[in-house]
């Protein structure tokens, strides 16, 4: 589970780091690409909505690696 919570961490961070240096305008309407690859066009609330979901995303990826941390440090006192 360790593995899997880095690998969520990574996956959220990176993708919220493309999308915000790929997209500095701004407007009523945003049009979100990721590498050159159109996602979608969100207005603010979508915006929004979609950086919650990120967070919530990330929160999981923090609480799978750390409980799987906890897990090897024990399995390895128990050793």
Do not use: Q
Request: net charge positive.
């Amino acid at each position: 589970m360790l593995i899997l919570g880095l690998l969520l961490l990574a996956a959220t961070g990176a993708f919220a780091g493309l999308a915000i240096a790929d997209n500095p305008g701004g407007g009523p309407d945003y049009a979100v690409t990721v590498l050159g690859h159109g996602v979608g066009t969100v207005n603010t609330l979508g915006a929004f909505v979609a950086g919650a979901a990120l967070t919530l995303a990330f929160l999981l990826g923090c609480v799978m690696a750390s409980s799987g941390a906890r897990r090897a440090r024990r399995r390895s006192a128990e050793l």
